[in-house]
């Protein structure tokens, strides 16, 4: 344990090194301790402070413009760092093509977000909002909207499941509004997290303060924010309740926004065939969403719609697709399913599934053993891809019991589009959808039927499938969050997320006032 | 008691007359019962099921410039009863003056609102939102994000001080949006919100099931909502936590805005002496926001910023100017001041009068005694306007205590933009500012110092005078609402508000699909 790091916090400046031993957190794939991390708790109040007093006004001295260089220097840093990132992550079970999602995604999302502000901001310390709007007849009186960075610190409280890309999709909108963020990490991936903010402050590439990082427990963070505050929370439905109705957000009006559980439900179109691509591409993005990350996605496809008479043949060709998917390690090049990040977390999977199961049962992988290509079951937290079949459509679990690993659940329908709404609603808000088909009409049906509980929907056929982006895969340039169970929230869009850290005023006066003002 | 009537609740398609006999709700002027409103509670459950299931469809039946005559026709009913609405309002307490605030203001509202959506909206059940985003190099996939209907109930709870514009300013955005409306009133002026909605439904101008009323208590009404429905409140900031601390919000993600408490604040610029068109134009803004409503709005200035050296000016000049306002009941014509709405809403203000003295003391008025011109000040609820001085500048009263009627204090300043702003951000956030300068780069400074907590800013100066529309009026085409103890809310600012009704959602796929989505 000796040579084990204890992970230190980036605050007020520096790092520090927490009181006490830690506990260990422990490599996904072969249970050995890679870090260890202090509940003790850092000093929330120095580091509120620090972002309102010392990160804020460094980066609000710049203009919108200004910003963009930050966020494409920490995409560079990220970039320098890339294998050495790839390394670590390993540990947490990822494959390497787990990696490229949380790592490479991390880049690329950073470099489009520096894109989007060097095409769409202001070499200006204001953003208009809208046009001037004229308020009396003469002329002499006018009302803009404006947009100016709050005056607060934006506080991420991440999953586990990216520990790259989740800092990074959320840090860089709060740069380019000029918002300094403070990251608290989740403890079974906060070594990764740690490095990647360890890399950014060494290179000296963002003024001080406008990032901070806070491993461990964050206990009374919340208690510290107020109304300029945001909270920018990626987990679970529980915790974001919890984080919700505290008074920061209740009573003082500090912005939430949550990422939270949701079932993602894949719908195939009764057109789609056997031996139709339609068909094809379904099961590729089935198996897909399943194994990638080992199933450690928000957006990933839990529940899989398909018309009742072809439930048969997809579980067919999923299974078989699944039954040549190599769990293994990280280290073995044929693995294509990594481990889960922890052997507690391969528990909650295990229940959820057991839960699953009382609406219909596990028609491909056993739960309880996998075989594993360059390590074991007993020490890594490996689990066979699970697939179930609902045979009892009145039963609540298949929409409501998210197994965050890789499980999906094969569900029927009539193959009308009314009856596959009906089932995209009872996810009661979802952050992705899709759609496969080659029916135009009954993409659009389903689509605007249940668009209202959606963040994102995917409508896949052969034309677009060979740049499709795929099911679960957030894009910088459309929004990702989903209402009701999925949070509520919003985040990524584009430059819509810089305008979430951003007050909008309407600004009243005379014409050449509000000029003055807007530049 | 017999002859008065107990108010009635419109839900689910009929009028309700509640069990029991109510309580009394007292004129303002005479404390004679005007209505009777009752405790036993409505069925709740109904009404959101009414809204989901009947008004909602309905709704969304139409095309958004469908939905546009729907507000045109509220506006003209309310034309209609106009007079009718005029004489009940004067048993609010409300002068003349104050009621065309509330009552012209809702139907100029409306009609700024159906006119922006005949300019703004399409004939289509989606919006799109922005540009489609090609997603790949070879022009087969992209994405698009559109905005739809949220398939719920937006559930207003409105305040008594505008039981007409209130519902107005809410219901408008939601109509556009093909959402339906519950109204649940304030009970202190609900009869006059229950003639409104009861003239619309005579009317028939609405689809059944769009609009419906709960007057009384509306127990349970947020256990009923889940994550497509919406709550509009406007009220005190205590209720406000309470009802965003719901598990409707926290953790079903309902969403919630917030009008609440503000301590608005209006600054005198350093250079507007005395004789200068801007130091009477602050006087006349200043008197004006402290008896229009008898100072009963939540945008009313009650913190006047002005130069340490000009405060003996302004609380000459304003006390001279308040001493000879007419307090009295709205059927003497000379009245300038009305009634509080309720001697408990009088006690408030006295207790926070009381309060605010702590910083230093009353220098116009008699908090408990003033002449009333028709009436009497044991059986109304009249106050006298009451100016206090700050001078314990470090007391936080004057910054966080909100007398809800007409009192304002005296605040003395250093002369720069950057003490006016610190003294501006004390109030941790309002819903309304103001500048009365002839010096723009003063204006601008404190502008951009102070936007982030502010949601409307208005400068004033003799080039805009005669078309500005004041400090204390919020207008459909600009935002309202305000960060932290304001509520952290935003409302109207033009089709804004219309989107925070609809569910925005990124659709993907071939660019020939996203076109049959967005036709």
């Given amino acids: 344990m000796a040579d084990v790091p204890l992970l230190e916090s980036y605050l007020a400046g520096a790092w520090h090194r927490p009181a006490g031993a830690g506990e260990p957190v422990r490599d996904a794939v ?6 260890r991390v202090s509940r003790a708790g850092v000093d929330v109040a120095a580091a509120v402070r620090h972002a309102r007093e010392v990160g804020g006004p460094a980066l609000r001295a710049l203009t919108f413009a200004e910003r963009v260089p930050l966020v494409k220097a920490v995409a560079g840093v990220l970039t320098q760092a890339r294998e050495e990132l790839y390394a670590l992550s390993a540990r947490t079970g990822a494959t390497r093509r787990d990696s490229a999602v949380d790592i490479d995604g991390a880049i690329g999302t950073l470099a ?77 991936t906060a070594y990764l997290t740690e490095l990647v903010v360890r890399r950014i402050i060494e290179a000296g ?19 510290q924010l107020g109304g300029q505050d945001s909270v920018w929370f990626t987990g679970s439905a529980a915790t974001a309740a919890l984080l919700r109705g505290h008074p920061a957000v209740t009573t003082r009006s500090a912005r939430f926004n949550a990422e939270a559980d949701s079932l993602n439900a894949s719908v195939l179109g009764p057109d789609a065939t056997p031996g139709s ?31 009742s008479a072809r439930a048969d043949a997809v579980i067919e060709a999923v299974s078989a697709r699944l039954a040549s998917a190599v769990v293994g390690s990280p280290a073995n090049e044929k693995a294509e399913v990594g481990a889960l990040v922890s052997l507690e977390q391969r528990d909650d999977v295990r229940s959820a599934v057991a839960a699953l199961a009382a609406a219909g049962p596990v028609v491909f992988g056993d739960p309880e053993h996998v075989e594993v290509a360059g390590g074991d079951d007993r020490r ?19 929409h409501q019991v998210e197994a965050f690993g890789p499980v999906a659940m094969v569900i029927g329908y009539d193959g009308t589009a009314a009856d ?38 995917l409508v896949l056929d052969r034309d677009c499938a060979a740049e499709s982006t795929g099911h679960g895969t957030p ?33 009243q006066g005379s014409p050449a006032l509000l000029g003055l003002i807007t530049r």
Avoid at 281 to 297: H, I, N, P, R
């Fill in 30 to 35: 072969t249970g050995v301790p890679v870090a």
């Fill in 112 to 188: 489009v977000f520096a894109s989007l502000g060097r095409r769409g901001l202001p070499d200006s310390p204001v953003l208009p909002d809208g046009q001037a709007e004229p308020l009396g007849q003469g002329g002499t009186f006018a009302g803009q909207h404006i947009l100016t960075p709050r005056r607060g610190a934006a506080v991420q409280i991440n999953a586990y499941n990216f520990p790259v890309w989740g800092p990074a999709e959320k840090l860089a909108p709060a740069l380019l509004a000029g918002v300094p963020a403070i990251i608290k990490p989740a403890t079974p």
């Fill in 205 to 223: 590439v963002l003024p001080e303060g406008a990032l901070q990082l806070a491993c461990g427990s964050a206990r009374g963070l919340l208690d």
């Fill in 277 to 307: 691509p339609e068909f094809g591409l379904y099961v590729d993005q089935l198996v897909t969403e399943m194994t990638v990350k080992a199933g450690q996605k928000c957006t990933a496809i839990r529940r899989a719609l398909v018309p």
């Fill in 380 to 398: 890594g937290a490996f689990l066979s891809p699970i697939l179930l079949r609902c045979t009892d459509a009145a039963r609540t679990e298949p």
């Fill in 420 to 457: 596959a709404v009906a089932l995209l609603e009872r996810g009661e808000g979802s952050l992705a959808g899709s759609v496969v088909t080659a029916d135009p009409e009954f993409a659009r049906d389903v689509v605007l039927g249940a668009a209202a509980a959606h963040g994102r929907m």
């Fill in 475 to 507: 894009l910088p340039q459309l929004v990702h969050g989903g209402p009701g169970r999925a949070g509520g929230g919003e985040e990524e869009g584009g430059l819509r997320a810089v305008r979430h850290h951003l007050q909008r005023t309407a600004v």
